[in-house]
């Protein structure tokens, strides 16, 4: 059974205090999104820290001060890191064995290719490569998102091949990063999950997170299997509420309601709440869709597929609002039928969601692509994400600014919520566009205030 523990009972000293038992050193396998993010901040909390990485170009970036990717804040802390001592980076798992006391495993697990399972290549390699090193009693991690059992097969693996044999334990820290917030989820989270097969893996993991379970943060302590199972399961929680309201807008576009005043009708009820109970275009990302994917994959693999089988339409309306999306520009532009040759459009997005440059199963892409495919010349921009974009989608046009992308424009999409894009005069982009016609696929903008000034609005769920 889980048990919640307060800081009452950390056992595990903190980086600077007075205690006899030093602070353990940490080294951050996998210096991607998570790893990179969770090093940095270990460092900036007092922890000597060593990430580690396969990728020489990544840890050169890395040492030189950095960040590989977009998220608020983190440049700053790893400048004060670096600056500090506290935090470097290497290629070498010998280094890092010797190194470590504590080892957190945080590679990427993406989607097969042709399949939903959950590729596990990446985090098998790190734990391989750490192992044939580890000679002393010492702590791996696993905060990578995996299926189920994937723990106990792990902690067989690194038994087998670290010299050290059973002295080495392996544990679960499970992550809950939200993108563009992943600095203050870290420094600042809401729980911490421990899943442990002993009372040392637990203190080690007390020790390793001192600062922040001293600060009153809820630790639940569980087994392995309910700490692997934990993040998938929030997230297809979450799903679940994002397509939930996907599906009433549905619903409203088929009855002429509007499920923005239905949305806050819920919002309060407290057993629903209004959070993430927001209608528009969908999740993307590089968790949320391949997350959702796997775990319905695992289940099935264990025979309760059957249980969780409604993720399979959660993942199929969150896809239907990226088509419905295309439909309302199809709509506001005049067209019938699928061909849009000769409409130019103006894509405001091509992250995920604002803060981040992420465009892994970006909503606001694939809706672009379509359009494209569909003989529509787009011009696309984003404060963050234009050169990543541009690599996956040449075919598209990119712009520098929502004005300049929006000149002589058929019609303009949201796409991504940015705060830039939703403070847009509509009276300013209305002085350069051919038409004034906008869809507001995130349900972003006040309607009322475009109207005003004589734009047709369009948007999910709403007459």
């Known amino acids: 059974m889980a048990a919640i523990a307060g800081p009452e009972e950390t056992t595990g000293p903190r980086p600077g205090d007075d205690s006899d038992v030093p602070a353990p050193r940490l080294t951050v396998i996998g210096t991607g999104y998570l790893g990179a993010t969770h090093a940095i901040c270990m460092a900036d909390l007092g922890f000597d820290v060593l990430g580690v990485d396969v990728d020489e170009s990544k840890i050169k970036r890395l040492n030189e001060g950095e960040v590989p990717f977009f998220e608020p804040g983190l440049p700053e802390l790893l400048a004060k890191a670096m600056d500090s001592g506290r935090l470097r980076f290497t290629t070498s798992f010998e280094e890092a064995a010797e190194f470590g006391d504590v080892h957190f495993i945080c590679v990427g697990t993406p989607q097969q ?45 690194v038994q087998r091949l670290a010299p050290a044999g059973d002295q080495v334990e392996l544990a679960w820290n499970p992550e809950f990063l939200r993108e563009g917030y992943a600095v203050d989820d870290t420094l600042r989270p ?71 005043g239905l949305a806050e009708a819920l919002a309060y009820d407290d057993r629903i709440g209004g959070r993430f109970l927001k209608p528009g275009l969908g999740f993307g990302g590089g968790c949320l869709p391949k997350d959702i994917r796997a775990f319905a994959h695992r289940a099935e693999e264990l025979g309760v597929g059957q249980a969780v089988a409604f993720l399979r339409e959660v993942d199929a309306i969150n896809k239907r609002r990226r088509s419905r999306t295309v439909d309302l520009v199809r709509e506001l532009a005049g067209v019938t039928g699928g061909d849009l040759t000769g409409v130019r459009v103006a894509a405001l997005g091509a992250a995920f969601k604002p803060n981040s440059d992420d465009i892994r199963d970006a909503p606001a892409l694939d809706v672009a692509s379509a359009l494209h495919r569909l003989g529509a010349h787009v011009t696309v921009v984003d404060p963050q994400a234009t050169e990543n974009a541009r690599r996956v989608h040449p075919e598209l046009d990119y712009g520098t600014d929502a004005i300049s992308a929006a000149i002589d424009a058929d019609v303009v999409v949201l796409l ?19 038409h004034r016609r906008i869809v507001d696929g995130r349900d972003a903008l006040d309607a009322a205030r475009w109207r005003a000034v004589g734009w047709e609005y369009r948007a999910l769920g709403r007459p």
Not at 416 to 433: K, L, Y
């Open 190 to 260: 809401d729980r911490l999950v421990f899943g442990v097969s002993s009372a040392w893996a637990e203190e080690r993991l007390r020790a390793a997170f001192a600062p922040i379970v001293a600060t009153g943060t809820p630790v639940v302590v569980t087994d392995l299997t309910t700490a692997e199972l934990v993040k998938v399961a929030a997230n297809s929680f979450l799903a679940t509420k994002i397509s939930y309201i996907n599906a009433m807008a549905e619903v409203c576009e088929a009855t002429g309601g509007d499920v923005r």
């Open 416 to 434: 991504t919520e940015w705060a830039q894009f939703q403070e847009i005069d509509p009276e300013i982009m209305g002085s350069v566009v051919a």
């Open 113 to 157: 290719e042709g399949s939903d399972a959950a590729d596990l290549r990446y985090v098998d390699s790190a734990v391989t490569a750490l192992a044939q090193h580890l000679c002393r009693r010492t702590l791996v991690v696993g905060k990578s998102t995996v299926p189920v059992g994937t723990a106990a097969r792990l902690t067989e693996l």
